[in-house]
């Protein structure tokens, strides 16, 4: 590992470096063979071949294991008893469940098979600050696990070998976990820069870190990625070894984010979409396209063609029978594809992503603006360091900036009417010019925030 005394000993060690690799690719195993029995390997080896498969072969596999959840449900569950009376209840009878749902109904939404002490308590922030506690099981873990090393190989990762990660939900750091965490840290080759702490003397060191190191792949928060991109730019950091690729997670993934992250880094940025409720959801191949997690995930999108028009995503998680979520309402909106994926894989593909329905802006007409059409617009504009937009009501938004030397009173009438052009005309803009944009509850930042939409389903 390459903690700040050992920095000496690791520059410039290729054969260490090499042996260090070897070592935390023994020890994934041996963890592995500990925890889940010598067939480790070979359950790898059988979900790999899964999500490998011809499409009617993974399709099949999901079907079955619909049936089996929703049969699980209705005969465990007391909210799924309530609402499926039939034998075999079919998923289209089955009305989307609702973060509301979760909060309120959290008992009877438990299975019955599995007693307090098989269930794994989790939670998500939430988009607006509000958490949202849920159960999962060990097996959903394992599984999640299996599908989450699957597709990281995607972005080059692979057991053993040294990652970068860019991460940060408090949840994942408290400080008793200490020892826990630096020795998982140091089995797995993986170290840290911490994403809620993006100093500048933070990022220096971490860049150093990389130098020594050399990981072959980052996973980060897109956010944070883009925040040490820049502090590279700014400072004339290259990096001088080649990574593999850079997995981005747990926020919406901007194109200007994507844009500067692969010219400094000089590797493809993957795409990772999932929540903590359900998994890993859909990753982003070679070419570009997101395909389905059907191994472990049943995805519908609440719309009258989902090939044609995009609309709010339903998850079903194949796995979790501690407490099943069935055409769970995630809050993003996407759209599907028929096409079928030049990379080979045959995986059905996620065509839009369009992020959280809670930074869907909704005016007086009706008609609703993506968040994107924010972030487009004013990302690249001089003076703008960072800048968050909440719609409080209809007729009012709060534009919170950060701002440096190059601005102007034009950058402020441009920034109001822009939100003007999108809103309406009649939109008080209050301008609040503010030290930072604090992360949300999850660690996560968010540039648009509606307040309007968001009380119909969160
Ligand atoms: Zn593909």
Not at 7 to 26: C, G, V
Not at 100 to 116: D, K, M
Not at 138 to 149: A, D, F, I, K
Not at 343 to 371: D, V
Request: aromatic share 12%.
């Amino acid at each position: 590992m390459c903690s700040g005394t050992q920095t000496q000993q690791l520059e410039i060690m290729p054969i260490r470096r090499y042996a260090k690799t070897l070592l935390s690719k023994a020890a994934w195993h041996a963890y592995n063979t500990y925890r889940k029995g010598a067939r480790h390997r070979s359950r790898f080896a059988q979900a790999a071949a899964l999500l490998d498969a011809p499409r009617e072969d993974i399709l099949a596999f999901q079907r079955e294991r619909l049936e089996k959840l929703l049969q699980h449900a209705s005969q465990t569950t007391p909210y799924y008893r309530e609402l499926l009376k039939t034998e075999s209840p079919d998923i289209s009878e089955v009305p989307p469940l609702e973060k509301q749902n979760v909060r309120e109904q959290l008992e009877h939404l438990c299975s019955e098979a599995f007693p307090q002490e098989l269930r794994i308590k989790n939670a998500t922030g939430g988009s607006t600050g509000t958490p949202l506690t849920f159960y999962q099981d060990r097996n959903y873990w394992n599984q999640r696990n299996l599908s989450v090393y699957y597709f990281d190989r995607w972005a080059g990762w692979n057991f053993g070998e040294p990652q970068l990660i860019i991460w940060g939900a408090p949840a994942d750091l408290k400080g008793d976990e200490h020892w826990k965490h630096r020795l998982n840290n140091f089995w797995r080759n993986q170290y840290w820069l911490n994403g809620f702490h993006l100093t500048d003397e933070n990022m220096q060191a971490a860049f150093e870190r990389m130098e020594q190191c050399q990981p072959q792949t980052i996973l980060s928060y897109p956010s944070s990625l883009y925040q040490f991109a820049t502090f590279l730019l700014e400072n004339g950091l290259t990096p001088r070894w080649q990574l593999k690729g850079i997995i981005s997670s747990a926020e919406m993934l901007h194109q200007h984010y994507r844009a500067l992250a692969e010219d400094i880094f000089r590797a493809k940025v993957y795409n990772r979409y999932g929540g903590r409720e359900v998994g890993l959801i859909a990753m982003e191949c070679s070419k570009g396209r997101m395909h389905i997690n059907c191994r472990d995930i049943y995805l519908e999108i609440d719309s009258p063609n989902p090939y044609t028009e995009p609309g709010e995503i339903l998850i079903t998680q194949l796995n979790n029978y501690a407490m099943p979520f069935i055409r769970y309402r995630i809050g993003d909106i996407g759209r599907l594809s028929d096409e079928v994926c030049p990379c080979g894989n045959q995986l059905p593909i996620l065509a839009e992503l369009l992020g959280r329905t809670t930074a869907t802006f909704r005016t007086e007409t009706g008609t609703l603006i993506h968040g994107g059409y924010f972030t487009r617009h004013f990302y690249g504009v001089d003076g703008v360091r960072q800048f968050q937009i909440i719609q409080e009501t209809l007729k009012h938004c709060i534009l919170k900036l950060v701002i440096n030397a190059k601005w102007t009173d034009a950058t402020r009438r441009y920034l109001v009417q822009s939100i003007q052009k999108a809103l309406g005309e009649e939109v008080v803009v209050t301008v609040e010019f503010v030290e930072e944009i604090p992360l949300s509850a999850s660690g996560k930042r968010e540039y648009t925030i509606s307040k309007v939409t968001a009380p119909v389903n969160d």
